[in-house]
């Protein structure tokens, strides 16, 4: 009985685990970790007119991640790979539209 209880929540912690290595799901949780701060909802809270929204080039994003500059700190492959900031663009692409 106890043993079966054991076996569920480890097997429900193993899933949970899973579900956060896809690409996407690391694009999100980065950006909320990282760029939520000054970017709630695709927005910007130190220069409201350099918005994430309507963003479409993922490799412009990258470089802006990776360059900073403007009063937006560099996030270098210290940060974050080259495979998670693409990740993180491309959140950007398909979640901030308008
Ligand atoms: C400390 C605040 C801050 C953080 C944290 C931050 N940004 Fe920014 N971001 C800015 C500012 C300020 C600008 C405007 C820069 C400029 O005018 O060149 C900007 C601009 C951008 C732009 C260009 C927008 C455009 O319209 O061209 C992108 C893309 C961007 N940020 C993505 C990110 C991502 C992705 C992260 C997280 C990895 C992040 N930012 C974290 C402050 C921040």
């Known amino acids: 009985m106890k043993?079966?209880?054991i076996v569920a929540t480890v097997a429900a912690c193993v899933g949970m685990m899973s579900a956060v290595s896809f690409a996407a799901e690391t694009g999100e949780a980065i950006f909320k970790a990282k760029c939520a701060s000054c970017h709630p909802d695709?927005?910007?809270?130190i220069k409201p007119s350099e918005t994430l929204k309507g963003l479409k080039d993922t490799k412009k994003i990258?470089?802006?991640?990776?360059?900073?500059?403007?009063?937006?700190?560099?996030?270098?492959?210290?940060s974050f790979s080259d495979a998670d900031?693409?990740?993180?663009a491309d959140y950007i692409v398909k979640t901030f539209k308008k």
Not at 62 to 78: C, E, L, V
């Open 42 to 45: 695709g927005g910007n809270i």
């Open 85 to 88: 900031a693409a990740s993180v």
């Open 62 to 78: 990258t470089k802006k991640i990776r360059k900073g500059g403007g009063g937006m700190p560099a996030f270098d492959a210290k």
């Open 3 to 5: 043993k079966s209880i």
